[in-house]
């Protein structure tokens, strides 16, 4: 007998029960509950991805291209747009409701017992349903952190840190270089790091932890791979990869990515260079990588739909990111923004720098965010309004916002949180999954 849709939400319920009080750092109980499982983590090998943007990116291209070479891939992101179970994909479908539902009855008396979080859970239940699965490879992005992250009980093939970028400051604390650190806190003893990170302060702060940690290697990307003649096209992005390293070095192998962006680009190139050091079985050829490049799906990231923009930028730097790909691609005005930012982001930096861009910002707050996570949208507008000077407007009403927006729009921007993007592909009915 199947499992009903109310034992799924029942199932749900209960783990979104447990991300109250805030994260609860440390390994000692995802370690316990695993063991509990039979260690299910040690019976495939895994790409563990870290920073602060760019994982998904690095996680969906990975995803892609081990899936070409014939393998059954699991992949592991969070947080999710819309359904629970974007979270946990194999070969690009989502975990089954019924896997979800049976694994959280059997196990809950455990979890609740440790007091495991969410992300805990969630973590040590896509481990267990990629090892009945019998995948060949897991792609592993980080949570939160590095370090004391859920997903750092895993010894992985590779570890790669894509950039480091103030965010969750009150975890990470409010330095790049303290940030850095916790963020190479995946790499291990006799594991292959890579570093993504291009600023040379910060990646010599990882190169350091690196080394300090025992990598072998310990590889800087912009040591072996550089990007030339990048081309950021409306649905996808062209460029160069340059090999700097033997066996040839300055051969320019000309790429494209179904994602948009220049930093894109990199991303790519970050994915690429993690399966070439985790060995020759792993890495993929020039031809093999055009051909499967083009597969590569991530909902939310500058995703285009008719006249609608999608863009899950959260922080500063990725607003920088969207900010540079809407100037290179100058989508028709007016350009106009729904923006809804969760209250412990930086918000004001966030309209700060894309306010040149923007013609009217339409302010609100996406229904799916906790009341302990809401911004004051009227103290948005005001800010937008009085200190940016824009034209802008404010809804507490979603649906409102989402409707003033498409309307004044001739391109509608939509973007600030997970929560924001994925609250608007419910009500334009888009999936988050690969068609």
């Known amino acids: 007998m199947g499992i009903s849709l109310s034992q799924y939400g029942a199932a749900l319920d209960f783990l979104f029960a447990r991300t109250g009080g805030g994260w609860k750092l440390g390994l000692e109980r995802t370690e316990a509950l695993l063991r509990a ?18 994982k998904g990116s690095v996680v969906a291209t990975l995803d892609a291209l081990l899936r070409g070479k014939g393998l059954r891939v699991g992949r592991y992101t969070s947080p999710h747009l819309i359904d629970f179970s974007e979270r946990i994909l194999i070969n690009g479908r989502p975990a089954h409701g019924d896997d979800v539902a049976r ?23 896509a481990f ?13 992005e980080v949570g939160l952190g590095g370090r004391l992250d859920a997903t750092n009980v895993v010894r ?64 800087v990307l912009d040591d072996i791979n550089s990007v030339a003649n990048v081309r950021v096209e409306d649905t996808a992005t062209s460029f160069d990869l340059v090999t700097r390293d033997a066996p040839s070095p300055g051969s320019t192998i000309p790429l494209r990515t179904p994602l948009v962006g220049a930093q894109q680009a990199w991303n790519v190139t ?57 100037e290179a691609l100058q ?19 966030i309209l700060t720098i894309l306010a040149p861009l923007i013609d009217h910002f339409v302010l609100t707050t996406a229904p799916t965010v906790t009341d302990d996570r809401r911004w004051n949208v009227a103290e948005a507008y005001d800010y937008a309004a009085s200190t940016l000077g824009v034209q802008a407007t404010f809804h507490d009403d979603f649906d409102a916002a989402l409707d003033e927006a498409r309307r004044m729009g001739a391109t509608t921007l939509i973007t600030g949180s997970f929560h924001t993007v ?12 690969e068609e």
């Open 270 to 326: 970050l994915a690429l260079a993690m399966l070439r050091i985790a060995g020759e079985s792993w890495a993929v050829s020039e031809s093999d990588a055009r051909e499967q490049l083009s597969r590569v799906w991530l909902p939310g990231r500058f995703q285009r739909s008719g006249r609608i923009i999608l863009d899950v930028a959260h922080n500063e730097a990725s607003a920088r990111a969207l900010a540079a790909t809407l």
């Open 103 to 125: 694994w959280v009855d059997r196990w809950m008396p455990d979890i609740d017992g440790l007091g495991a979080t969410f992300f805990e859970a969630t973590t040590c239940l």
């Open 331 to 349: 989508p028709a005005r007016p350009l106009v923004a729904l923006v809804g930012v969760l209250a412990d982001k930086d918000w004001r930096g």
């Open 422 to 433: 994925g609250d608007a592909m419910t009500r334009l009915q888009l999936s988050p999954f």
């Open 156 to 219: 992985p093939l590779v570890a790669g840190v894509t950039s480091i970028a103030i965010d969750h400051t009150q975890y990470l604390g409010d330095t790049l270089e303290g940030i850095a650190a916790e963020k190479a806190g995946i790499f291990k003893r006799g594991v292959p790091a890579l570093i993504g990170e291009r600023d040379p302060a910060i990646r010599e702060v990882l190169r350091e932890c690196a080394h300090k940690a025992g990598s072998d290697p310990a590889v």
């Open 37 to 54: 499982l039979d260690n299910p983590h040690h019976r495939f090998p895994v790409f563990h991805v870290g920073g602060t943007n760019g």
């Open 128 to 140: 267990d349903i990629f090892a009945r699965a019998g995948v060949d490879v897991a792609v592993v």
